[in-house]
């Protein structure tokens, strides 16, 4: 650490660091800006490199689902940008099976392909990570 | 009395909180993030149903197609648009918006 970087480190051997981030999405889109910024976000941490993982459980399920039309709304539909995580090498995605069978729900009903996991199982997931941010 | 609901009835009880003080003859609008209440093959799709017999409930569906909830709603549930809105609040001397 350096006086001139403000106590940011700075040497190499800290840039090749990769943690595990897991993005928990629990909030319908539209109603509240969450939805929006916890995508933001995970794509920042795409721009880094890091191991992302999103889970979407509570009402975080309907953020995914398929023929979002928001023009009547005259808000940006920002339900395309799941499809392109892919191509951040984001491709672990988690449903959680009882907040989208509450929902009536199936994952048939997802513009992505993700996977459906129980309550436990979630929890484990959880467990795992080295950062967890919950929006 | 015209009543507007905009929480989804997952994350708060305003729908329910509502829906037990709307008297006979009144009207709800499920506005926002309040049309997931709208919706079949959910906890609240019987309390809807139930409430149904004595108000008259509407669900604002430029709301509904934003969130890809269109072909999801109970029957029954008149769907309308803003002007539809606009002649709710007319038609009605008070409106409550619960939050």
């Not at chain 1, 399920?61 to 995580?85: C, E, M, W």
């Not at chain 2, 009880?13 to 008297?23: I, V």
């Amino acid at each position: 650490m350096t006086e001139t970087t403000g106590g940011i480190d700075m040497d190499e051997d800290t840039s090749g660091v990769v943690k595990k981030f897991l993005y928990v999405n629990r909030k319908a889109p539209y109603g509240t800006i969450y939805a929006l910024e916890s995508l933001e976000v995970v794509l920042i941490a795409a721009a880094f490199d890091q191991d992302v993982s999103l889970a979407f459980l509570d009402d975080g399920v309907y953020q995914i689902v398929k023929g979002q039309h928001t023009k009547p709304i005259d808000v940006k539909n920002f339900s395309p940008t799941y499809r392109a995580l892919e191509g951040y090498d984001i491709e672990k995605l988690y449903v959680e099976k009882e907040s989208m069978e509450e929902r009536g729900l199936t994952d048939k009903d997802f513009l992505v392909p993700v996977q459906v996991v129980g309550r436990a199982e979630m929890a484990d997931l959880m467990e795992q990570q080295d950062v967890v941010l919950t929006f | 009395m015209l009543h507007t609901v905009n929480k989804s009835p997952f994350e708060r009880n305003t729908l329910d909180s509502c829906l037990t003080h709307a008297k006979k003859g009144s009207a709800i609008l499920l506005i926002e993030d309040g049309v997931y209440g709208a919706l079949k093959s959910t906890p609240y799709t019987d309390k809807v149903k139930a409430a149904m017999k004595n108000v008259a409930v509407y669900a604002l569906y430029p709301d509904i197609e934003a969130r890809g909830m269109q072909d999801r709603t109970i029957d029954g549930i008149k769907l309308v648009d803003y002007p539809g809105f606009v002649d709710l609040v007319a038609e009605h001397a008070t409106v409550q918006a619960w939050l």
